[in-house]
């Protein structure tokens, strides 16, 4: 057989033909196969052969590898097996409502070492069972059932497991949004984390020996930490507070805020915290913000939260806010001005914040005239209602009240 010879030499990489390539010309292509770029392959292309200056060449038999990785679609595949009751052989009964989440023992058992220890406990009780007379019996009746089942059904079918053939276990502390997100992780190694599910995931993944996912949502966590989703990242936590290290994860938030919360208070996203949660920011003694900031917080978050019911409403809402915040730390304008104007704040509060003030403002070139002339206003309207409450307890038995003249 002759040597073949090499198509254009002086190239680095020479295809030669090896008396049996396939043309362009001799595929037949149809014209769907063109538009879709269906190209024409040479079988004996592809053999690289570096070519000397000389002229000379020579022939490699190298062998060609090909690696193709198609993981998108495997996981795809694995995402919607684990969705079909009959393909799965373990059944997971999560939250209150036993909500049934199902997967596979192999990759479980292969992904966790908990689901691996889990499993492996569980295939032992089983083996263990199987052994006494009830065990065989009970073996003998699921074959039973198996051949007369195969016998109706063509040989090629696959046979379709109940839900008794699942393995059952019980996950009560759960969310089954959150396990069934750590189903799919586990089985096609894909997640999507987000400030509603990271908190519930880094506590799924820490229980369950899920490593890799564990330090994904711990550095996550860390760059949630800023102005734009600390809040919205502490209400999510206030729904997972039963969990083993929400309480960690909630410290941490605390702290942050704390460091931030001169300029966190002033931010609309306040407004989205539970009032068990609003109220213990603002209770802090290490929060690093100002009294009058903290009014302007509470306010904020009690118009939102009674917007369209009425003013009753909003001091019911105010009222469990009043407690945490020192009013004669707030600047006598602002207090005069912008708060007592609203009257949400009780006679007691108003003297006492008014007395500091008498005190700490008793130079007159520190005096503010506005202001005082609405501190002596506010104090003669304090001590009206004081006395007209003293004079309807001292009314006589005949109805009319006592004269309050001094």
Known sequence: MDRPQPIGQNDTFSRYSLG???TESSIPVSSEESALGFMSVSL???????????????????????TFQNTSALCDD??????????????FLVGKEKVAV????AILATRSRTFFKTLLSQHDCNKSDDVGVKGKFRLMSRLRRFVKGSRSRPSHALYS?????HLTLTVPEFDPTIFRQLMEFIHTGDIELSVDNVIGMLNAADSYGVDDLRMACIQFLH??????????????????AHLPLTEIIIDQILNFIDSKAQTLLRLRNFEVLSKDAAVLVLSRRTLRATEAAKWDAALHWSRCHSSGRGGEVLRLTLKSFISVINFCDIPLRKLSQ????????QDDIIQQAFGHHNVSHSSAAEADVPCRRSLR???????LRQKFSVGRRRSDDSGFAVSMED
Do not use: W
Not at 78 to 91: A, E, K, Y
């Open 223 to 240: 760059r949630l930490l800023e102005f734009n989703t600390v809040f919205p990242l502490l209400a999510t936590a206030q729904s997972h």
């Open 161 to 165: 497991p109940s839900d008794t053939d």
């Open 20 to 22: 049996f390539d396939i």
């Open 44 to 66: 004996a292309s592809g053999v690289r052969s570096n070519t000397s200056t000389t002229g000379s060449s020579m022939l490699s038999h190298a062998s060609e590898i090909f």
């Open 102 to 105: 199902y997967g596979l023992k």
């Open 338 to 345: 912008e708060i007592l104007p609203l009257g949400f704040l």
């Open 78 to 91: 694995l995402r919607s097996i684990i969705t079909i009751p009959q393909m799965c052989d373990v059944m």
């Open 377 to 383: 206003k506010q104090q003669g309207s304090a001590r």
